[in-house]
């Protein structure tokens, strides 16, 4: 037969283990509360989160030529930003032909000379033949 003191550590393991589920408890609901609060803020703002996704009001609509615009413009900022178009040496700006536009020639600059000068170097030193 149990004794008293059996039945008091029945009563204490009953209460603590409610007590553990009571706190669990408060704290899901907390999490929820504060998720449905979440969701009702950003519903206010235009987005609105269910289980199949997000979705997101907006006040104007694309059309295709609309699209089509952004798009093209998205491309030439690239176009232009891009390092292939950026020269940073001076000399490549400079065409390195023997004649101006009315057809006499030209000597080159010293610069480009120095330029020739390293691009021949460079040449012979890797096995190349030395042009100029």
Known sequence: ??????????????????GIAFIALYVYNGIQNGLNETKNRLAERG???SKGGMSVKTNKRMDREDYLDS??????????N??????????YSK???NSNSSGSPISPSESEKKHR????LKNTLSGG????
């Open 129 to 132: 033949s030395l042009k100029q």
């Open 95 to 97: 065409p390195l032909s």
């Open 1 to 18: 037969m149990a004794t008293w003191l059996d039945v008091f550590y029945l009563i204490l393991t009953i209460g603590t283990i409610a």
């Open 117 to 120: 000068k390293k691009w021949s």
């Open 71 to 80: 798009t093209q413009r998205g491309l030439m900022n690239a176009y232009k």
């Open 82 to 91: 891009a390092s292939i178009t950026k020269r940073t040496d001076s000399s």
């Open 47 to 49: 987005v609105d989160i």
